[in-house]
């Protein structure tokens, strides 16, 4: 059973800072490429960024220089630092894994830029 288990949304001022975290097993998290995907009220899933087991990132344009990820081994957990944040970064943040051709998503955390 695939378990990822997100934490760290909240509610946040325009150009503040929030980080979220993603934990699930060591197994998926030493073999799988990890991924932040967000879906906005109205608007589809976006991937916002990903990293490989080698480290190798991937990132949405319009969150680049903003937001970072990265991996803990020790921790099997995945991160993402999203500062500057804009009231459009409004969206439930879910952590992914693709194992095959099986997506597996996280519950889902809320993230809400707002003054």
């Known amino acids: 059973q695939v378990q990822l288990v997100e934490s760290g949304g909240g509610l946040v001022q325009p150009g503040g800072s929030l980080r979220l975290s993603c934990v699930t097993s060591?197994?998926?998290?030493?073999?799988?490429?990890m991924g932040w995907y967000r879906q906005a009220p109205g608007k589809q899933r976006e991937l916002v960024a990903s990293?490989?087991?080698?480290?190798?990132?991937n990132y949405a344009d319009s969150v680049k220089g903003r937001f970072t990820i990265s991996r803990d081994n020790a921790k099997n957990t995945v991160y993402l630092q999203m500062n500057s944040l804009k009231p459009e970064d409004t969206a439930v943040y879910y952590c992914?894994?693709?194992?095959?051709?099986?997506?597996?998503w996280g519950q889902g955390t809320q993230v809400t830029v707002s003054s």
């Open positions: 992914n894994t693709l194992i095959g051709s099986m997506n597996y």
């Open positions: 060591e197994y998926i998290f030493s073999f799988y490429t």
């Open positions: 990293i490989t087991r080698g480290r190798i990132t």
